[in-house]
């Protein structure tokens, strides 16, 4: 199945942000929640967007993919959801605001993308 391939790298992608949170709260000897430190503040955003998003992208892939939808759109939607949250992270992690905004951009696009390759999937078969 073609989502499991962007469901594992997505994960990846979670873990890396956990752990980013887990080393701020470490050095910052913080034990719940950011301590009011910024950096945490900004990797626990980063780390609950992904997980914010991630989710309803994967379901509207595996949905897709279920639907028997092209393996190109298949794959065009899982490239943009990694892409997508990939340059958000970065952008909000590093504070370049326009990789954030592209970041966003790319994934509403695709969420936009998907549900609607979703309907169209579901009233042409």
Same mark, same amino acid.
């Given at each position: 199945?073609?989502?499991?391939?962007?469901?594992?790298?997505?994960s990846l992608?979670i873990v890396?942000?956990s752990?980013?949170?887990?080393k701020?709260r =470490?050095?910052g *000897?913080?034990?719940?929640?950011d301590g009011?430190?910024p950096?945490?503040q900004?990797?626990i *955003?980063a =780390? @609950?967007?992904? %997980?914010e998003?991630?989710?309803?992208?994967? /379901?509207?892939?595996l949905?897709?993919e279920?639907?028997k +939808?092209?393996?190109?759109m298949l794959?065009?939607g @899982?490239i943009a959801l990694?892409? @997508? *949250?990939s340059?958000?992270?970065? +952008?909000?992690?590093?504070?370049?605001?326009?990789?954030?905004?592209s970041?966003m951009v790319? %994934?509403f696009?695709?969420? /936009?993308?998907?549900?609607?390759?979703?309907?169209?999937?579901q009233? /042409?078969?």
């Amino acid at each position: 199945m073609i989502t499991s391939i962007y469901a594992a790298l997505s994960s990846l992608l979670i873990v890396w942000l956990s752990l980013n949170v887990v080393k701020l709260r =470490q050095s910052g *000897r913080v034990i719940l929640g950011d301590g009011g430190k910024p950096d945490l503040q900004v990797a626990i *955003r980063a =780390q @609950g967007n992904a %997980t914010e998003y991630i989710p309803i992208s994967l /379901i509207l892939l595996l949905l897709l993919e279920l639907s028997k +939808g092209n393996v190109l759109m298949l794959h065009i939607g @899982g490239i943009a959801l990694l892409v @997508g *949250r990939s340059l958000h992270a970065y +952008g909000l992690t590093t504070s370049n605001l326009k990789l954030r905004v592209s970041g966003m951009v790319f %994934t509403f696009s695709n969420i /936009i993308y998907l549900a609607i390759a979703n309907l169209v999937y579901q009233f /042409i078969n």
